[in-house]
């Protein structure tokens, strides 16, 4: 049975940090691609990080660039979003999803972060 576990989402204050997890089960994670997304309210989903599956190469998107650091950890069939200066538009439904490099084959069910003071 194939599972992706996020955990570590809470509230924060604006400048605040935090790291989200995503526990994977049930494929080959050391050869899948992982991603993270969030889904703000009222908005669509938009890609937030990717990491490769071949020499942990990764790429994000504009708005967290910089301030958000995706890692992975393959014994521990985990992979990590590490999210600093979080900003109140930050404020979404994270969640991670593992795949090849043309899609995604595996969703979490998503953790809340609310950034504000």
């Known amino acids: 049975q194939v599972q992706l576990v996020e955990s570590g989402g809470g509230l924060v204050q604006p400048g605040g940090s935090l790291r989200l997890s995503c526990a994977a089960s049930?494929?080959?994670?050391?050869?899948?691609?992982m991603r993270w997304y969030r889904q703000a309210p009222g908005k669509e989903r938009e890609w937030v990080a990717t990491?490769?599956?071949?020499?942990?190469?990764?790429d994000y998107a504009n708005s967290v660039k910089s301030r958000f650091t995706i890692s992975r950890d393959n014994p521990k069939r985990t992979v990590y979003l590490q999210m600093n200066n979080l900003k109140p538009e930050d404020t979404a439904v994270y969640y991670c999803?593992?795949?090849?490099?043309?899609?995604?084959?595996?969703w979490g069910q998503g953790t809340q972060v609310t950034v504000s003071s």
């Open positions: 990491i490769s599956s071949t020499d942990s190469s990764t």
């Open positions: 999803a593992a795949g090849a490099p043309w899609g995604n084959d595996y």
């Open positions: 049930g494929f080959s994670f050391s050869t899948s691609v």
